[in-house]
Each structure stands twice: as C-alpha cells, then as structure tokens.
C-alpha cells in the first residue's frame, strides 16, 4: 500500500497526515431517516480506518499499522521520542481508534504510551463546529498527569480536519515544563481540513 504524506502546520514542532482521507464523496440524496447519504471513494489508508472506526472491523488495526511502519522508520524526528500519547476522544466507543492506533506506534518505537495524560472533558466534537465554533474546544481537555521526567512526545490521532482538538492538545502539553517537543501524526486529513 502507497501513502502520500501531507505536512501539517501548528503549535507542535513538526506533524504529518498519512494520506487524505477521502478522495471523492458523491452526495446521492438523504437516507430514510432524513440523513445525507454519500458515495465515498477513500484512500487505501483513509478505507482502513474507516473501517477500523466506524464500521467496528478492529482487524484492520494491523493493516493500518503496516501501513505506518515505513514512515515511522524514516521520519527522522521519531528518534527523538520518548513517549507516545493519543488525542482523547470525545464518543464513547467499544474500541477507541486513536488509542489503539498509538499504543501499536508506542510498541514500534520501544517508547513509553498513555492514554491517561490527557482527557476530553467536554463532548463537543470539533468536527461538527464552523470554524467560528472552534473556539469551543479551547478548556476542553485537560492535563490529568504532569510529567515526572523530560519527555519528546507524539501525539496521535486517527483523523485530522481542521487541527482544532490537536491544538488544544498542543497547547496543554506545552504548560508542562518537562515536555520539550511534540510532534504529530494523524492517520489520514480530510480535504478541506
């Protein structure tokens, strides 16, 4: 499987997307609940996780991770890694994506994981908000766990749209002294994100 990294620009010291997520969405009318309906035609990573978070196929985290392997052994700033963190999630879910997405990148990387540092305390989904809106995420993780040790962190998400939760992330992370530099990686970018 082929991946087309996209660089992301934020507070953080570097991050990339995998791939965008989807590469054609065809409106085909509303659903019988009264719902839009799209036809999408998704990346071959963006079909993975699609599949992996909103179809429950948990198989398709170990696909997903073959597919990060390569980048992660030549993304240069992982050797600076000390820890891995996801970015919490704000459904409730059997499985959480981000979670189980960065614990794997954890267990590649020999590095430490938590997904106990940070917590959405608020159910607001950034992807739901107008651009106006996404001043509604800033408070609305915190910081559950300060660093005992100097740490370069990651910081993983699953889908990336406007950066808006990663951000907030960002900027928590960042009032901890000991945390010295963080990086990103998303597994796919929506187009308009």
């Not at 991946?3 to 570097?14: A, R, S």
């Not at 009318?29 to 719902?35: A, K, M, P, R, T």
């Not at 106006?132 to 370069?152: F, L, P």
Request: net charge neutral; glycine share 6%.
């Amino acid at each position: 499987m082929s991946i087309k990294p996209i660089k992301l620009v934020g507070p953080w010291d570097e991050g990339y997307a995998l791939d965008i997520h989807t590469i054609s969405s065809t409106y085909l009318g509303d659903d019988v609940y009264g719902h839009p309906d799209f036809q999408n035609e998704y990346s071959e990573i963006g079909n993975l996780l699609h599949l992996f978070k909103y179809r429950g196929m948990s198989n398709k985290l170990f696909d997903i991770i073959e597919i990060v392997k390569p980048f992660i052994k030549t993304w240069q700033a992982m050797q600076e890694i000390s820890f891995v963190l996801p970015v919490p999630s704000s459904k409730v879910r059997a499985y959480q994506p981000a979670q189980e997405i960065a614990y794997e990148i954890a267990s590649l990387l020999g590095v430490g994981y938590s997904d106990k540092v940070l917590q959405k305390i608020s159910s607001i989904e950034s992807k739901g908000l107008s651009s106006v809106d996404k001043q509604q995420i800033q408070g609305s993780i915190i910081k559950t766990v300060s660093a005992t040790q100097e740490h370069n962190m990651l910081l993983v998400d699953d889908l990336y749209k406007s950066g808006a939760t990663l951000t907030e992330c960002v900027r928590i992370l960042r009032e901890d002294p000991k945390i010295k530099k963080i990086f990103v990686l998303a597994m796919t970018k929506t187009r308009k994100g």
